[in-house]
């Protein structure tokens, strides 16, 4: 069955620290993959995606993220992590066909951000 | 472009009461989604419109919840006679038949029975 790993639920970094969240998915084609971000309270914004073409993705706020399909993975990462970057991340694997039409979700990782 | 909107934001209600909630979707969108996010979890999918039809639902929608969509625009998430293990927080989103097929998600409507 399909599904979305994130192996770390809770993750510390320091301000202006590097930062990489992982996610692994099991799908059996090509996946359409999405990274998003949840402020407390709130619902969920899109951070980036990948679906075809070049595998490293460029998204909003200064992350990016890299599809290995050897690896199924797709991996979160910034290179200099703002204190306004405290939140929980989600990873999801998007199922297409026929009448199916639905994004599979992570457990999510909560980042926290040290001064 | 306004943004997926929902209400209400928050709803507190008695066990065996009916609560409905409205999802208005980003003006051009003919997809539509419901999701159910409990604490310390992903959002679980539970149902999916294209324009008014109702397209696919979660084993997670029990005969007590119904969704509808009736002019292709706005939802209705309703949930009969509920109970605790309802309370969480429901997301909708939407979005358009593209190649890219993203979802833009509402604030939430966080539903609390007590």
Same mark, same amino acid.
Request: one cysteine or more; charged letters at 20%.
């Given at each position: ?13 320091? !301000?202006?620290?590097?930062l !990489? ?7 059996g ?6 990274w ?15 679906f075809?073409?070049?595998?490293l993705?460029?998204g909003i #706020?200064?992350f990016?993220?890299?599809f ?9 990462? #910034? ?8 939140? !929980?991340?989600?990873?999801a694997?998007?199922?297409?066909g ?10 999510g990782?909560?980042?926290a951000?040290?001064? | *472009?306004?943004? %997926?909107?929902? *209400?209400?934001r ?5 066990r065996?009461?009916? %609560?409905?909630f409205?999802c208005?979707?980003?003006?051009e969108?003919?997809r539509? @989604?419901? @999701? ?6 992903g959002?679980?999918?539970l149902? @999916? ?5 109702q ?5 997670? $929608?029990?005969d007590?919840?119904?969704?509808e969509?009736p002019?292709?625009s ?6 009969q ?5 309802d309370?969480?927080?429901? $997301?909708?989103?939407s979005? %358009?038949? *593209?190649r890219?097929?993203?979802q @833009?998600f ?9």
């Amino acid at each position: 069955a399909q599904s979305v790993t994130q192996p770390d639920i809770h993750i510390t970094v320091s !301000e202006g620290a590097s930062l !990489e969240l992982r996610c692994n998915y099991s799908y059996g084609a090509t996946p359409y993959l999405f990274w998003y971000v949840q402020s407390p309270g709130q619902g969920l914004q899109l951070l980036l995606k990948y679906f075809s073409g070049d595998t490293l993705v460029q998204g909003i #706020k200064g992350f990016e993220a890299e599809f290995k399909r050897s690896q199924s993975s797709f991996n979160l990462r #910034k290179p200099s992590v703002h204190w306004s970057d405290a939140a !929980e991340y989600f990873c999801a694997v998007g199922l297409y066909g026929g009448a199916t039409n639905k994004l599979i979700f992570g457990t999510g990782t909560l980042l926290a951000v040290q001064p | *472009d306004t943004g %997926v909107s929902q *209400d209400p934001r928050h709803k507190i209600t008695k066990r065996g009461q009916n %609560v409905t909630f409205r999802c208005d979707p980003i003006s051009e969108h003919n997809r539509l @989604y419901w @999701y159910r996010q409990t604490l310390g979890q992903g959002p679980e999918f539970l149902t @999916y419109f294209q324009n008014e039809a109702q397209l696919e639902k979660s084993r997670l $929608l029990s005969d007590r919840f119904s969704a509808e969509r009736p002019k292709g625009s706005f939802s209705t998430l309703e949930i009969q006679r509920t109970e605790q293990g309802d309370s969480a927080m429901y $997301l909708c989103a939407s979005g %358009v038949r *593209d190649r890219a097929r993203e979802q @833009y998600f509402g604030p939430g409507t966080r539903l609390t029975v007590t």
